[in-house]
């Protein structure tokens, strides 16, 4: 069988297209959810359980896909820790300071 353009096949191995999809996925689905009235997060989350391979298995997990979502996963965190009112935080400062000593991992 000849190779071409538009040999895919299920889950999606080629890097490009792999970037592709998800790429088109991030531009696309804050504009679903807010069409939906739907957090841009819960979305994103669900648009990865429709691709993943419990879903139509269109992307499987591998290096690359575990590399994006740890991307995620921190611009997430970034965008939460802009969230924080600072003023509430000063004001609870001791409780916050204890419960972030309590998610230490024991060494």
């Known amino acids: ?16 297209l792999k970037f592709l999809v998800i790429l088109i996925i991030i531009l696309c689905i804050p504009i679903l959810s807010d069409k939906l009235k739907l957090p841009h997060l819960l979305g994103m989350i669900l648009a990865g359980l429709i691709i993943g391979p419990f879903g ?29 009112d600072m003023n509430d935080f000063k004001k609870n400062i001791a409780k916050s300071t204890a419960l972030g000593f309590m998610a230490l991992p024991s060494l």
């Open 1 to 16: 069988m000849a190779s071409g353009l538009f040999d895919l096949a299920l889950p999606i191995t080629d890097p490009v």
């Open 56 to 84: 139509l298995n269109l992307l499987a997990r591998d290096s690359s896909i575990i590399l994006s979502g740890t991307a995620g996963l921190l611009y997430i965190m970034f965008l939460s820790g802009l969230e924080i």
